[in-house]
């Protein structure tokens, strides 16, 4: 399998610093939810479901201080070619449960919502790829949707090397045989709020990959910002009719 | 988690102020690591005990004949047990795996599993049937900041420390004879490369929000963090490297975000530190290794060697 052939295609038809399609909505559970976002990064799928400021049922989950977050990531059964039972206790899902967590306590104005717990929960439908990189943009467009302050987008986006080449925007296949670097960036800064990398990469191309994954990532910002803009429009049109 | 274990407000204002004058508390540089001291046991193999300031650990491996798994049946088994109780610090409990628990666990599993530090398939005795399963257990035993760094390097200098017994294997394939360690010198692991963690700590003496935009980076930086130090960080980051200036494992959980100018920049400059400590286990082995020698009389026994 050749994946990433001389006259410079990866396996799935792209070049090396194309992203994969990436569609994005929000509001998409009004009714059951204050913020709701669904996002599709090529075919990773996740639906992103937040509750909340609330009241905390829990006395122990209030802070006086800030608000506290919580993410339940659950991801289905279905979500890969082999049908598998997945346990939310595994290390890797508390791993990426409480990176997520972490990380979002920081770019969302706790500070604002006092006693107060937000929800996240997170659905994945559908992994091929960038399964961190589509939690953490499903969750920022789903808490722009529940109107929680933010001090900016927080856009996540993989990248991987390959020989000597960056590659953009992994998708499945590509991750598991090469190493991946996932970085989530604060809006169009260059500031990393999130950052992982599993494997195996030579300190001097660090830079290369990293600079390929922050212009995905702002790249990513724009179409999230544009749907943003499209879903606020419709909703002041109604507003003004 | 019982409350007199935090920190207090005079406490922490005086540690930043110190800090933006370019003092730590114990007199260290910003990028300098304490001093590890380190016990090998003389007796057992895979036994080792390290002091890195006031975090004490102690590390233990083991050895034990297994069946592989069924999809990679030329690969031995290899686990890394992380054991933190409150005796190490009343701020961890007992009961249930916290997460900061199995969140230094898992990276210091990514760091030496994942990367394939240890060689799995020169632990295959019988493909299929019979493999070696070797176990690192880790006990914290003292906590004063920075379980992940320590943690690691106790993990890669027990895993040098090691010798499990030799074996050979009679009736065509058919069973193994363990010998004990006394009849013949028992053998030591493959270890293909030695990551190494260091974590870095920030902290923001400026404003939150332009920092968070990155309108200004006056971020300070503080390599192995001790207790005081990492309950007022807000932000911290793992560098996983090895000697072959390979990257392993990058790892930032939450936190203030950091730029990526900084991001090379604490990377390039880990390499310096990154290779003292391979170093100093190779030394501190070779060392160990020699006395053993020694002791034994080993080279009474060597005769046909210098032929």
């Given at each position: 399998?050749?994946?990433?052939?001389?006259?410079?295609?990866?396996?799935?038809?792209?070049?090396?610093?194309?992203?994969?399609?990436?569609?994005?909505?929000?509001?998409?559970?009004?009714?059951?939810?204050?913020?709701?976002?669904?996002?599709?990064?090529?075919?990773?799928?996740?639906?992103?479901?937040?509750?909340?400021?609330?009241?905390?049922?829990?006395?122990?989950?209030?802070?006086?201080?800030?608000?506290?977050?919580?993410?339940?990531?659950?991801?289905?059964?279905?979500?890969?070619?082999?049908?598998?039972?997945?346990?939310?206790?595994?290390?890797?899902?508390?791993?990426?449960?409480?990176?997520?967590?972490?990380?979002?306590?920081?770019?969302?104005?706790?500070?604002?919502?006092?006693?107060?717990?937000?929800?996240?929960?997170?659905?994945?439908?559908?992994?091929?790829?960038?399964?961190?990189?589509?939690?953490?943009?499903?969750?920022?467009?789903?808490?722009?949707?529940?109107?929680?302050?933010?001090?900016?987008?927080?856009?996540?986006?993989?990248?991987?090397?390959?020989?000597?080449?960056?590659?953009?925007?992994?998708?499945?296949?590509?991750?598991?045989?090469?190493?991946?670097?996932?970085?989530?960036?604060?809006?169009?800064?260059?500031?990393?709020?999130?950052?992982?990398?599993?494997?195996?990469?030579?300190?001097?191309?660090?830079?290369?990959?990293?600079?390929?994954?922050?212009?995905?990532?702002?790249?990513?910002?724009?179409?999230?910002?544009?749907?943003?803009?499209?879903?606020?429009?419709?909703?002041?049109?109604?507003?003004?009719? | 988690?019982?409350?007199?274990?935090?920190?207090?407000?005079?406490?922490?204002?005086?540690?930043?102020?110190?800090?933006?004058?370019?003092?730590?508390?114990?007199?260290?540089?910003?990028?300098?690591?304490?001093?590890?001291?380190?016990?090998?046991?003389?007796?057992?193999f895979?036994?080792?005990?390290?002091?890195?300031?006031?975090?004490?650990?102690?590390?233990?491996?083991?050895?034990?004949?297994?069946?592989?798994?069924?999809?990679?049946?030329?690969?031995?088994?290899?686990?890394?047990?992380?054991?933190?109780?409150?005796?190490?610090?009343?701020?961890?409990?007992?009961?249930?795996?916290?997460?900061?628990?199995?969140?230094?666990?898992?990276?210091?599993?990514?760091?030496?599993?994942?990367?394939?530090?240890?060689?799995?398939?020169a632990?295959?005795?019988?493909?299929?049937?019979?493999?070696?399963?070797?176990?690192?257990?880790?006990?914290?035993?003292?906590?004063?900041?920075?379980?992940?760094?320590?943690?690691?390097?106790?993990?890669?200098?027990?895993?040098h420390?090691?010798k499990k017994p030799d074996i050979s294997i009679v009736?065509?394939?058919?069973?193994?004879i363990v010998h004990d360690i006394d009849e013949r010198q028992p053998v030591p692991l493959s270890?293909?490369?030695?990551?190494?963690?260091?974590?870095?700590?920030?902290?923001?003496?400026?404003?939150?929000?332009?920092?968070?935009?990155?309108?200004?980076?006056?971020?300070?930086?503080?390599?192995?963090?001790?207790?005081?130090?990492?309950?007022?960080?807000?932000?911290?980051?793992?560098?996983?490297?090895?000697?072959?200036?390979?990257?392993?494992?990058?790892?930032?959980?939450?936190?203030?975000?950091?730029?990526?100018?900084?991001?090379?920049?604490?990377?390039?400059?880990?390499?310096?530190?990154?290779?003292?400590?391979?170093?100093?286990?190779k030394?501190?082995i070779s060392k160990h290794e020699k006395e053993r020698y020694e002791e034994l009389n080993l080279k009474m026994l060597e005769v046909g060697a210098d032929r």
């Open positions: 399998m050749e994946l990433y052939s001389p006259e410079g295609l990866r396996i799935d038809g792209r070049r090396w610093n194309e992203i994969r399609n990436f569609e994005c909505r929000i509001n998409t559970h009004p009714n059951s939810s204050d913020g709701s976002s669904y996002i599709e990064q090529g075919n990773t799928k996740v639906i992103c479901v937040v509750q909340g400021p609330m009241e905390p049922a829990l006395r122990s989950q209030a802070n006086s201080n800030e608000a506290t977050l919580e993410v339940n990531l659950s991801v289905a059964n279905f979500s890969t070619t082999e049908r598998k039972k997945r346990s939310k206790s595994e290390k890797r899902m508390v791993q990426l449960k409480t990176t997520l967590e972490r990380t979002f306590q920081q770019s969302v104005m706790c500070n604002l919502y006092p006693r107060t717990l937000i929800r996240i929960d997170l659905h994945v439908l559908s992994q091929d790829g960038g399964m961190l990189a589509a939690c953490t943009n499903a969750m920022t467009l789903a808490l722009i949707d529940a109107g929680v302050s933010m001090y900016d987008y927080v856009a996540a986006m993989t990248a991987g090397l390959h020989d000597q080449t960056p590659l953009l925007d992994m998708n499945g296949l590509e991750e598991n045989d090469m190493s991946t670097l996932t970085i989530g960036v604060i809006g169009k800064s260059e500031k990393l709020s999130l950052l992982m990398l599993e494997d195996k990469i030579p300190l001097d191309r660090l830079e290369s990959v990293l600079a390929i994954a922050i212009a995905g990532s702002h790249k990513i910002r724009d179409l999230m910002d544009s749907e943003v803009r499209r879903h606020g429009n419709i909703r002041s049109s109604k507003l003004a009719s | 988690m019982s409350r007199n274990t935090e920190i207090s407000t005079n406490e922490r204002t005086y540690f930043i102020e110190a800090l933006k004058c370019g003092l730590r508390l114990d007199s260290r540089r910003f990028d300098e690591i304490r001093e590890p001291q380190i016990s090998l046991s003389k007796t057992e895979g036994y080792v005990e390290l002091d890195w300031g006031l975090t004490k650990l102690a590390v233990r491996v083991s050895a034990q004949i297994g069946k592989p798994y069924e999809d990679r049946p030329f690969e031995g088994l290899f686990q890394i047990n992380c054991e933190i109780s409150s005796m190490a610090w009343a701020h961890f409990d007992n009961s249930k795996n916290s997460n900061e628990e199995i969140l230094i666990a898992r990276i210091i599993e990514k760091a030496i599993r994942r990367s394939n530090s240890l060689d799995l398939e632990l295959c005795i019988i493909a299929g049937e019979k493999v070696w399963n070797i176990t690192v257990d880790l006990n914290f035993l003292n906590f004063d900041g920075n379980f992940v760094d320590v943690g690691c390097f106790g993990a890669m200098l027990a895993l420390h090691f009736n065509g394939g058919e069973d193994i270890i293909l490369h030695v990551p190494i963690c260091l974590t870095y700590s920030f902290y923001n003496p400026g404003n939150k929000e332009s920092n968070l935009k990155g309108e200004d980076d006056d971020e300070i930086y503080l390599l192995d963090a001790n207790l005081i130090e990492e309950q007022v960080r807000e932000g911290s980051i793992v560098v996983t490297l090895n000697k072959n200036r390979e990257l392993i494992q990058l790892s930032k959980n939450g936190g203030i975000p950091i730029s990526a100018n900084v991001l090379l920049d604490l990377s390039f400059k880990s390499m310096k530190i990154v290779d003292e400590l391979t170093e100093l286990i030394k501190v």
